[in-house]
């Protein structure tokens, strides 16, 4: 069992960066890929990106190729994602979660309880 929690959350005008964090509270967490999922109010949750657990491999959503990187420090059991030229429409609650096949991007078990970003124009 993993317990993830996100943060990093927050604010921010368009054109802007921010940084989120998943924290896994297991060390068990190092054995899972991972992505970042978002879900914007009224719309389907929508896979932003992925990364497997080595860190080896990488894969991301075309609407945010270039201005997102996902990351992962398995010393510290954490996933970054590093977001910049954000705008409006990145505006959504960003969740973690392990487990995650990265090239199908269908989701794992196990889920964060999100993080919101919102984007002012």
């Known amino acids: 069992q993993v317990h993830l929690a996100e943060s990093g959350g927050g604010l921010v005008q368009a054109g802007g960066s921010l940084r989120l964090s998943c924290t896994a509270s297991?060390?068990?967490?190092?054995?899972?890929?991972v992505a970042w999922f978002r879900q914007a109010p009224g719309k389907e949750r929508q896979f932003v990106a992925a990364?497997?657990?080595?860190?080896?491999?990488?894969n991301y959503a075309d609407s945010v190729k270039g201005r997102f990187t996902i990351s992962r420090d398995n010393a510290n059991n954490t996933v970054y994602l590093q977001m910049v030229s954000l705008n409006p429409e990145d505006t959504a609650v960003y969740s973690c979660n392990a487990g995650v096949n990265t090239l199908t991007t269908k989701p794992g078990y196990y889920w964060g309880q999100g993080t919101q970003v919102t984007v002012s124009s």
């Open positions: 297991e060390q068990s967490f190092i054995r899972y890929n």
């Open positions: 990364i497997s657990m080595s860190g080896a491999y990488t």
